[in-house]
């Protein structure tokens, strides 16, 4: 996804910037735990990160989902740098999807969708899907009684 930004320089001129997002899994080995990325993520490469779900604990590896968003430019520079602090990196799109089969459109998923995604239509009481709303948390997964929730790989 891509932003167009226009800027005014010093100097009076306007410049156009590009902001590009990505999400991204990141995965920290147990030394990395304790490293302060996104604040270098902000000071070293002006590079925002969104947490949208974060597994992290002392001694244990950890593993945030963040939305990266920055020039396209130092995007890159902040995953090489992610990289060379071995810290994994996965940007592979994954999707949410739900077995409509298998659905008892109970709604107990509604109650953990941090972005409203997951809604039971009020006439009907179905569970209703606004996949472009997800940003697949995966905090419905466990959430579901019958396992009718999973992520697509």
Not at 12 to 30: E, I, N, Q
Not at 72 to 95: H, K, P, V
Request: hydrophobic residues 40%; contains cysteine.
């Amino acid at each position: 996804m891509r932003h167009d930004a226009l800027n005014f320089q010093s100097n009076g001129t306007r410049s156009r910037d590009y902001v590009v997002k990505k999400r991204a899994t990141l995965t920290f080995p147990k030394r990395a735990v304790h490293m302060p990325v996104t604040y270098r993520l902000a000071k070293d490469f002006n590079v925002a990160a969104n947490i949208i779900r974060a597994q992290v604990a002392p001694n244990q590896i950890g593993t945030l989902v963040v939305e990266l968003s920055g020039d396209i430019d130092q995007l890159d520079a902040a995953i090489d740098w992610l990289r060379s602090q071995d810290i994994g990196i996965s940007t592979a799109s994954r999707e949410i999807v739900i077995d409509e089969e298998t659905c008892v459109h109970c709604g107990l998923c509604t109650g953990v969708c941090p972005t409203e995604a997951l809604n039971l239509d009020p006439q009907t009481f179905r569970l209703n899907f606004t996949r472009s709303r997800c940003v697949v948390c995966e905090q419905c997964i466990p959430t579901c009684p019958v396992q009718a929730i999973s992520i697509n790989l």
